[in-house]
């Protein structure tokens, strides 16, 4: 009879420390909602889209700084794809805007937010000797509706862009020779696999190899 009353007891507490648990989880999931949602809108704001024409709420990052350049630039979300279950904002990357050195106004690197930016690297040349890199270029994949995938290089400083191969089904991998001032890019073009490296100088296809059929 002891033994079940010290049983009993013990499920108790312990379906109290379940309760207690379960509250104190619900409190901190409302807390990480509510920083989701106030952060998210601290960095958003709406402005004129890069063609002047219409204007969009867009969300903002951190600045980022290229440091060997001195460059400095903000990534753009879109929010147009609104709220998810979680609460949280369904973000899309769609431009960047470079800081100007003297102050003057930011350089958007797309000409309109019409389009979505898939990857953004910075390519680098590293010096073993010194252990030091330098930047080089900014690789980017850009999607958009009307011309498909595209994988495009734009300087440093996002003054120009320059689309390398565009309407491609698919980016399968890119890779930086430094040594060589060239990208390789292995894409989805139709039906087809194909290698495909270009001059980052020129600009220009220096070799377009078959991989395999799908």
Same mark, same amino acid.
């Given at each position: 009879?002891?033994?079940?009353?010290?049983?009993?007891?013990?499920?108790?507490?312990?379906?109290?420390?379940?309760?207690? +648990?379960?509250?104190?989880?619900?409190?901190?999931?409302?807390?990480?909602?509510?920083?989701?949602?106030?952060?998210?809108?601290?960095?958003?704001? =709406?402005?004129?889209?890069?063609?002047? #024409?219409? *204007?969009?709420?867009? #969300?903002?990052?951190? %600045? =980022?700084?290229?440091?060997?350049?001195?460059?400095?630039?903000?990534?753009?979300?879109? *929010?147009?794809?609104?709220? +998810?279950?979680?609460?949280?904002? /369904?973000?899309?990357?769609?431009?960047?805007?470079?800081?100007?050195?003297?102050?003057? #106004?930011?350089?958007?690197? +797309?000409?309109?937010?019409?389009?979505?930016?898939? %990857?953004?690297?910075?390519?680098?040349?590293?010096?073993?000797?010194?252990?030091?890199?330098?930047?080089?270029?900014?690789? +980017?994949?850009?999607?958009?509706?009307?011309?498909?995938?595209?994988?495009?290089?734009?300087?440093?400083?996002?003054? /120009?862009?320059?689309?390398?191969?565009?309407?491609?089904?698919?980016?399968?991998?890119?890779?930086?020779?430094?040594? =060589?001032?060239?990208?390789?890019?292995?894409?989805?073009? /139709?039906?087809?696999?194909?290698?495909?490296?270009?001059?980052?100088?020129?600009?220009?296809? =220096? /070799?377009?190899?078959? %991989?395999?059929?799908?």
């Amino acid at each position: 009879m002891e033994n079940n009353k010290i049983f009993l007891t013990i499920n108790r507490i312990n379906s109290l420390l379940f309760l207690v +648990l379960l509250i104190a989880s619900l409190i901190g999931a409302v807390f990480v909602f509510q920083e989701i949602t106030t952060s998210t809108r601290k960095n958003a704001v =709406e402005i004129t889209t890069p063609d002047k #024409e219409t *204007k969009e709420v867009i #969300e903002l990052s951190d %600045v =980022e700084t290229i440091r060997d350049k001195g460059i400095q630039y903000i990534r753009v979300y879109s *929010k147009r794809d609104g709220v +998810l279950m979680s609460g949280g904002y /369904s973000k899309t990357l769609i431009n960047l805007l470079f800081l100007s050195k003297k102050g003057e #106004e930011p350089k958007w690197l +797309l000409p309109d937010n019409d389009s979505n930016i898939l %990857v953004h690297r910075v390519l680098k040349t590293y010096d073993e000797q010194t252990n030091k890199s330098t930047s080089d270029y900014i690789y +980017l994949e850009i999607n958009s509706q009307s011309e498909g995938s595209r994988a495009c290089i734009s300087s440093i400083d996002g003054e /120009s862009l320059h689309c390398l191969d565009k309407d491609l089904n698919k980016i399968i991998q890119y890779e930086y020779f430094s040594d =060589e001032g060239t990208i390789g890019l292995l894409v989805q073009v /139709s039906n087809e696999i194909r290698y495909k490296v270009f001059d980052l100088e020129s600009k220009k296809l =220096e /070799s377009d190899k078959f %991989v395999i059929k799908l």
